[in-house]
């Protein structure tokens, strides 16, 4: 195979993992959305709003990505809902990692000492001033490496999205591999790609858990 073509293929593939950064990312919002939201009413006061989330988090957290992605791609349109490929593969993902994330949410705000929910009693804090700023930010040092991992995991359940012919990282490899015949050069590329983009979550995640810890200090003094 000629340098040119070579040159071309990886110029689709660098299009693909545009694509999956943009999917990453996306999603990554919309799970962390998600997560904060179905995390906090789990622990709610009002029975309805708990149970409600622990819907959310059992539906999609007991079902498959796969089977949530081509329901919502090809059973939607049914119920007079469209949606771009890009924008399903967004709900979708961002849903389901935000289904896992919302247990992280609980499991962090109740992990932060007792005494702190008092001393917001003691100073007569609503609810939500509590939450924003005592609960949350002692929270966060714990919370970060969680969602760091569940970024990561979003990042390697985007390969799914190639099956309703979304351009990411997989099908561009997908596609070089049925032009050149070729499996071993495409997918090694892809493969370092990930792993490279996995490394870099890997890293924001360290740099924004050291800073949640030096505001989880700043609030506890």
């Not at 966060?140 to 991992?149: D, I």
């Amino acid at each position: 195979m000629s340098a040119h073509s070579w040159t071309e293929y990886l110029g689709l593939m660098a299009q693909g993992g545009i694509v999956t950064v943009e999917l990453t990312l996306a999603s990554l919002a919309v799970g962390t959305a998600a997560a904060s939201i179905a995390g906090l009413a789990r622990i709610s006061n009002r029975a309805a709003v708990r149970a409600a989330s622990r819907i959310y988090i059992e539906f999609f957290r007991g079902s498959s990505a796969f089977v949530q992605l081509f329901a919502a791609y090809y059973l939607l349109p049914f119920a007079g809902i469209y949606l771009s490929a890009f924008a399903c593969a967004v709900l979708v993902l961002g849903l389901n990692i935000g289904a896992y994330g919302a247990e992280n949410v609980r499991s962090a705000v109740l992990s932060v000492r007792r005494d702190q929910y008092e001393a917001c009693t003691v100073l007569n804090l609503t609810r939500w001033q509590a939450l924003r700023r005592v609960i949350l930010p002692q929270a966060l040092p714990v919370l970060t490496p969680l969602f760091g991992n569940n970024a990561v995991e979003l990042l390697k359940a985007t390969s799914i999205v190639s099956l309703i012919t979304i351009g990411d990282l997989t099908f561009q490899a997908q596609l070089v591999r049925f032009q050149t015949g070729d499996t071993i050069g495409p997918f090694a590329v892809i493969l370092t790609v990930y792993f490279v983009l996995a490394l870099a979550i890997g890293a924001g995640t360290r740099a924004l858990t050291r800073l949640s810890r030096r505001a989880s200090v700043t609030v506890t003094r």
